[in-house]
C-alpha cells in the first residue's frame, strides 16, 4: 500500500511485542515475502476442518476468507461498533458473496489499501455489475458483445481503464503463502522471563514497574486444536487464471 516507513520507535515497540508474544508461548505465522492476508487467507483455507475460525481485523480484502466456518470478528473503531461478519452480513453489506470481493474492491476501490478503482463506479455500481457479468471476463463479454449498454458513462470507464481494472484485480486477489500450519498447532510452553525484558526495554529507559518470574500460563482456545490423528493437506499453491484481453480486442474474434 506505499505506505511510509514506521519511525524507529515503533520498530523497536513492535519487535519488543512479537519477542514477548513468543515468550508467553503463542506461535506467530510468518511467510517471508507475503503480507499478512496472505497468511490469513492460507490458513482459513487449511483449517476449514475447524468449525470456528476467526479473523479479527477489519480489512476489507479479507473479506473473501469468510466462508461456513470462517467469520470475521471487526472491532469497534470510534463510533463504529464491533461487527461479527458472516457470509450473509458479507451480502447485507457489500452485496456480493465473499469469493466475489476481490472484483468489487478492484471496480470500487479501497483507498486503504491504494486500489483505485474504476471511475464512476462505487459500491452500489460494482455489486450490480458483477450481478449482471459475474467476473472479469463477463464484464469484458459484455464490452465486447456490441449491445447498447446501459448507463453508457460507466461502460466507457470500463474500457478506459482496463488495464487498470486487471491490475486492481491482482492486487485485491490474495494468494497462498507457504506457512507450516500444521506445526503452528502446537502449545508451545511459555519461557521464564528475566529482569531486563519488561516494559522497560519498550520504552526506552523509562521507570516502569517490573514484575520478574515466570509468565502464567498462555491461554489456548480448545477449538483451535486439531483432531487426533488428524494431518492438514498441504495448501495447494495459488491458481489464477490469466485475464481477459482488453474488450476491443475481443471484439475482433466475433
Not at 96 to 102: A, G, H, L, S
Not at 116 to 142: D, N, Y
Not at 224 to 232: E, L, R
Amino acid at each position: 500500500a506505499q505506505r511510509e516507513r514506521p519511525d524507529d520507535a515503533e520498530v523497536s515497540q513492535k519487535r519488543w511485542l512479537m519477542d514477548r508474544i513468543q515468550k508467553d508461548g503463542y506461535q506467530i505465522a510468518r511467510a517471508k515475502g507475503f503480507e499478512a492476508d496472505d497468511i490469513i487467507f492460507t490458513l482459513c483455507k487449511a483449517y476449514h476442518w475447524c468449525q470456528d475460525v476467526r479473523i479479527v481485523a477489519s480489512d476489507k480484502d479479507l473479506a473473501q476468507c469468510v466462508g461456513y466456518c470462517v467469520r470475521m470478528f471487526v472491532p469497534a473503531v470510534g463510533t463504529r461498533p464491533a461487527e461479527i461478519r458472516g457470509t450473509e452480513e458479507i451480502v447485507a453489506k457489500f452485496g456480493v458473496t465473499p469469493d466475489r470481493m476481490p472484483l468489487w474492491l478492484a471496480l470500487c476501490g479501497d483507498s486503504s489499501d491504494n486500489i483505485p478503482g474504476v471511475p464512476g463506479i462505487g459500491p452500489k455500481k460494482a455489486a450490480a455489475l458483477i450481478e449482471l457479468c459475474g467476473s472479469l471476463t463477463g464484464i469484458a463479454e459484455k464490452l465486447a458483445s456490441g449491445e447498447d449498454l446501459k448507463p453508457p458513462a460507466m461502460w466507457k470507464s470500463l474500457s478506459d481503464n482496463w488495464e487498470q481494472l486487471v491490475v486492481s484485480l491482482k492486487l485485491t486477489q490474495l494468494e497462498d503463502a507457504p506457512v507450516a500450519h500444521v506445526a503452528l498447532l502446537e502449545k508451545r510452553e511459555p519461557e521464564k522471563l528475566v529482569a531486563d525484558e519488561g516494559e522497560d526495554d519498550m520504552m526506552n529507559g523509562a521507570s516502569t514497574e517490573q514484575s520478574a518470574g515466570t509468565v502464567t500460563d498462555a491461554e489456548f482456545d480448545p477449538i483451535s486444536k486439531a483432531p487426533d490423528g488428524y494431518v492438514a493437506p498441504e495448501p495447494k499453491p495459488a491458481t489464477k487464471s490469466e485475464p481477459p484481453p482488453k474488450p476491443d480486442a475481443l471484439a475482433k474474434t466475433k
